[in-house]
Structure formats: structure tokens, C-alpha cells
């Protein structure tokens, strides 16, 4: 019974849909919000519908029980699923200042908000200056004009600098004047700048999902962007999301404390983010000590680490070598 009034209604409503777009325009104008609000009210008014439809099957006996109820399960869980996830921490730096609501403390190293890139570190490798290693963020945001201003004699330098870092055919020790014919030989120098840091120190619950949207400027074999999440006093111990733009693994998960860093999971392949388009860094921790780390919603990394029981004390973002825009970070409880 319960299908005999299913499948004609679910039937006609998709056969009605065509019929109406060959009077109109197939397309309109897209309003995302408006959008989200409209699919947010039809799928409340089809679950009403369901419902309805369940309980009349329900009192005239139409279908087994426990089929009516695994059809309310599936209702809720898809409803529960569409629902906005509340946010713990959101921040876009869109107001321009990262040390309030909320307030981040930079560590070492220095730290700016730019209005269309967000939170701005960049970290020279291999002895390049800082000019040139944030040229290539800069070349992808800005326009030929604006960048014109900056002088031809930058622009020159810049233009070839980008197309071998980002190519990664060249390292900084090549456009620096490295022979390729010459062998390796070990740099005795003194040792490269100090990392970036900065912190937020908020309440974390155990099992959590954290967002992080950004860019990255240049592929090197020494660039590394680091995502910690913390427990005690100084950042004691925690979880380590780290991506390394010019190294194979690309990506990989560790347990960190005092007695060092244990990675527990690791992409197997180089990842090529430095291709001027925001990538999304997702780490989700499940009650059972389940971790799944994505890349723009792709799972690369699976593992379980159920030594860390209590919760986080706050999550930092840490600049080991390179340029990086941090478009947006979030953190949301356990769904």
C-alpha cells in the first residue's frame, strides 16, 4: 500500500519538472543563499510528507513495522546530515585582525592579514628573500597592471621565479645560481629562519572536525604547513596534520609529546596545490580514535589513535618553509 502511494507521487513529481523548464529558461540567476534556504525548505516539506504518509501506513497496517521504521531512521539521518553545522571556532579574517574574537597569538615569526588573500606567513627557503617568495601569491591575486607598478625590474624576476617554483623544475638553489652539472654538496651554512607560529587557545571536544582553507604559493622540497591540534600547557602533546608542497609523501598525520612526533597515517603520493585555487585541509577525529584526513573532500589519509582521550586545548598553525594564505579555519563538534 505504502508503495502504491509512493512511487506514482515521487513518479509525477519528476516527470512535472521537465514540462515546466521547457517554458522557461533552463537557467537563473544563482543566489547561494537563497538557494540553500529554498533546498533547506523543500527538504523539510518532504520529510513532512513522508512522515505523514508513514503514519497513515502505520494505522492501517499497510507495511511491516519495522520497515515503516527504518524508513523514519533514514528520514531523520538525512535530515540531521542536511542541517548547518554549528561551529566551536570560525574565522575568515575578513575584519582584518587575527588577534580578536577570536584571538590568535602569534608564537614566532610574523603573521598579516590581506584582504583577499586572508592570513598571510611566508618563511624564505633555501636563502631566497622574502620579495621573491611572495611574488607568486601576489602574481596570481593581483592584476598586469597593479603588478607593473611594482617595477619592471621585479617583474622579470618574478615571472621566472613563479613558472620554476610552481613547475617545481627548479629549486631555489637553481635560480640562485646552482649548476646542475656540479654534484650535490652539503650546505654548511648557518640554519634557515626560525618557523611561524600562531595559536588559539580555545576548548576542543575529543572527537572534533577541523577545516582549513588555503593556499599555498610555492612547491619545494623544504616547504612544510603544519596543522596542530593540542592538549596541556605549551602544546604538549596532540595530533599533527602536515603538508609538505615538494616532498612525496605530500601529506601525513602524527601523534606528537614529549617524547617526539609518531606518524600514524601518510598520503603515499605528492600532492600539486600550488596551482593558485584554495584547497580545503579537513582533519575529523571520531569518539572511537577514528582519523580521516581529505583534501577538497577526498580522503588521503585513514588511521586510529585512541591515546589521546581528554579534550583539545587549542589548535596552531605552524609555517615550517614556504608562502601560505589561510583563507579560513573552523572547528566543529562531533555531529
Known sequence: MLQRLLVPALLASALAVPAAAEEESRYSEWRQDGAEAEGGEALDALARELEALIDDAEKARAADPRFLQDLRDMIAAHVAEAEPREALIRDDFSDGDYTDDPGWEVVSGEFSVESRLGLRTTIPLSGADTETMRISLDTIMETKDELLDKGEALLDKGKDTVTDLLSGEKTFGDLLGGDDDEEATEDTGPAGPEPAMIVLEADIPNAFALEVEMMSGVAHRDAQFEIDLFQGRGG????????????????????????????????????????????????????????????????????????????????????????????????????
Open 236 to 335: 604538549a602533546s596532540g595530533y599533527r596534520l602536515s603538508y609538505m608542497a615538494g616532498d612525496d609523501p605530500a601529506l601525513s598525520l602524527s601523534r606528537f609529546g614529549r617524547r617526539g612526533a609518531e606518524v600514524i597515517g601518510e598520503h603515499d603520493d605528492a600532492l600539486a596545490l600550488e596551482d593558485g585555487q584554495s584547497h580545503t585541509l579537513a582533519l575529523v577525529r571520531e569518539g572511537d580514535g577514528t582519523m580521516t584526513a581529505t583534501v577538497d573532500g577526498t580522503e588521503l589519509i585513514r588511521a586510529k589513535s585512541s591515546a589521546l582521550e581528554d579534550p583539545f586545548d587549542g589548535l596552531s598553525l605552524v609555517n615550517g618553509g614556504g608562502d601560505y594564505a589561510i583563507r579560513s579555519v573552523a572547528v566543529y563538534g562531533e555531529q
